[in-house]
């Protein structure tokens, strides 16, 4: 089974809850450590402007490049859930290797700022998965722009789309994510 | 055993250490800032320390708070939080500090409060009390219960953030409460959102995604604003950007149109209106010879004439249609003028008193006992009178008033300048009137004069910096009260005591009841705060008990509340509570006031600081200061997960920056003639050219030339109010120079 999430990308007014929601819930300081990043999508000239915001956390790929890239092995896929989790005991370190980072391509793996910081990323809320509840970032959001659970069953309730404004899907790590999508068609509105 | 408070701040701010997780108790609570949400938390409690915020949605109920409130753990054990009381030993704002005991601190407050009522009268004292705290006990209604009972004080009356909408909302219809539960919005065939940004401020917990759902439903949003903000780029259809302080001639031509093509609901104006026809007057140009034409407007509000006929028309046919008039605009040179062509308008079209329609105004939909202050309730009787232009409706008994935007030059001039005191002494409390109040620079001066100023405070604020008595207070999560969603949403919060109060911190109750001991006053506190508690409920709250347990109580309702739905339905028996029983496009009230700036039908007055005044040579941008997501005002500025949000910058239109060399990121300086702020910038499409925008409630922090460098917007704004009581502090004209 392989847990995903859904975000749609219509409703997200970019309001930052479910990161700091995220901090909170794992302990996590303030700086440059985000699990849960949300990005600012701005296009076109004024009057005529279109923005859109992009959540992107971990998406637990079904081939994730973290794990074989990492030297040392120390991020495993769960064979349960299919939740993609980091041994910090294991980890070398950013000072040593940084292979995971470089294997991403959504940024998931994160450090922070102290000496031989250890890699660290979203885990899906095992922690509250283990007790039957939605990872924070779900529970948290005030627009219900995100859900998570079973991949399958997000995909018959929302659709297949892997595309959203922002977002380059990879065939390759196929992400474990489906949206609705907020694409930019020009002209993006204004006067009339 | 838990830490030490001290031990226990610390390990919490750095995060990643600190108690282990696990089972903890959960405790129902809910944030008591001044942004109307008022959401319901879940704090877990481990050994006596919070150790995470939950939304209460995992309960079931609907309202989810927002990143604020999620951030609340960061303020609670932020490391600069005042431990102890201390007394000023440098020179006033430097913000040097001694630690004293809390004897001595209030016995020093009780003797200068005493000292300066017996050499000068209780007219020298004045209160600051802002939105710091929105509990019913907690807050500025301790303060201001004891100082009535001190015999009185100087209270401020206007507030910077809609005294325009309520002197129109009491013009027009009588009544504060205009506003209609947020879920009505889903039977609206239109919604208008003007100058109106709830993804970013809020306005009842739930009020965003009713909006996406209405958006999902079919409803087409439409929203005017100078910003392409979250609510335009999210919700709406459409976005129609106008220059600030402009908005009234937009609606007065939307009405032009309406009229020339006979669009009015002529039977709503005839049964429920009165004073059309002076209106049609004004508009059409019999008055003045001007017609006020879509023509008229575009040339005023850089918004094309056919995209005004074009809304109009909507508006006047999509019935039932919301337009909800933002505060933001009424934040302007004759906001007032802007609440009452958007009130007329609204009525024009029929859309009061109907679901899917909304009576644009103050917006309140719930009265109740539950409000901020509501602890100074049923003190003595108060004297005097302080507003200029009283309207009926709206009285809160007070002591001669001063209006809190001149109340620095008030301080500075008193009675030689035509104010009615000469003030001595100040006390702040729940609030930072240097951040929060216009001419940042002009409060400097006002506060350096006084003989006395005693401050309450969670931080160093750049009022505290000013304080000869610092008293720190403490926290929502470190005291119990009660709140009630701000304007629209039916739900009730109890706010559970989390923890013991960190450091030396007080409640302001705890600090006036022991003020009041030292200055004789009795039967200031003679409840237990739970006694004062279950006195605050509404009759709609059966069981205190439950609703503490729970935390929260929604008000159950048939159908969306709707305000003045019985006027229109059963005119004969309930009357609008005004003069004529009508809804009042021409007032006689405002007409007998007889001041040229107070027309008895709304009307368009230009601004002194506008693209067109003499003065937008030297300063040609306009500056307009709004709410900011990862704050309230002042307070929450410092916390580091809400800094990681967003940046504090100056938007600046592309346009306006490649004329000044600015690229994104630059480190600016905005200036006019009354100060200097210093801000980075962020170059975006979506703010129109000639425009910028901070958000207001940045951290004042004078450099040694006094020029600000913390981004606060008000060391840009005016001093002084117009006549109906607006802020106009987005109508300010200022440079912006690369550094």
Known sequence: MQMGFYFDQTRCTGCFTCSVACKDWHDIPAGQTNWLRVMEIEKGKFPNVFVAYLVTGCWHCANPACVTACPVGAISKRQEDGVVVVDQEICLGKDNCDMCLQACSYEAPQFGTEQNAKMQKCNFCIDRLAEGKYPICVEACPMRALDAGPLDQLMSKYGQSRDAEGFVHSAELDPSVVFNPKLALAPYGGFL | MGLAPKERAMTMDSGVEGISKGKAEVIRAGCSYDCGGLCPLIVH???????????????????????????????LYHPDRLKYPMRRVGERGEGKFERISWDEALDSVASELRRVKETYGNSAIVFFGLGGSHGTLHGLGAGIRLLNMFDGCIHLWGNVSNQGAIFGSFATYGSMLTGNTRDDLLNSHLIIMWGWNPADTIWDSGTSFTLAKAKEAGIKVICVDPRFTNSAAIFANQWIPIKPGTDTAMLIAMAYTIITEKLQDQEFLDNYTTGFEQYREYVMGVEDGVPKAPRWAEAIT????????????????AKPAALIAGWGPGRADYGEQYHRAAMVLAAMTGNIGIHGGNTPGWEGAFPNYMTMGGLARGTRGLIGTGRKYRVPGYHIGSTTRIHCCEIWDAILKGKAGGYPTDLKLAYVMAANPLSSLPNTNRGVEALKKLEFIVVHEVFMSATARFADILLPANTFMEREDVSAAWLGAPYFVYSNKCVDSLYESKSDLEVCTELASRLGIEHYNDKTDEEWLREFLPGNIPDFDEFKRKGVHTVDLDEPFVAFKKQIEDPENNPFPTPSGKIEIYSKLLADMNHPEIPPVPKYIEGGESHNSPLAKKYPLQIISSHFRRRVH????????????????????????????????????????????IVPCWVTERIMPGVVHVPEGGPFDPDEDGIDTGGCANVLTATGYTPGGAFPGNTVLVQVQKL
Do not use: M
């Open chain 2, 634 to 677: 002042s307070q929450l500025d410092n916390v580091g997960w809400l800094k990681d949000a967003e940046r504090h910058a100056l938007w600046i239109n592309s346009i306006d920056a490649q004329a000044r060399g600015i690229n994104d990121g630059d480190q600016v300086r905005v200036f006019n003639d009354r100060g200097g702020t």
């Open chain 2, 302 to 317: 850089g918004v094309p004439a056919a995209t005004i006929e074009n809304l109009a028309r909507q508006y006047a046919t």
């Open chain 2, 45 to 75: 409690v481990k050994d006596g320390s919070v150790i995470r915020v939950e939304g209460a949605a995992s309960e079931g109920t609907p309202y989810r708070a927002c990143l604020r409130g999620r951030a609340n753990r960061q303020r």
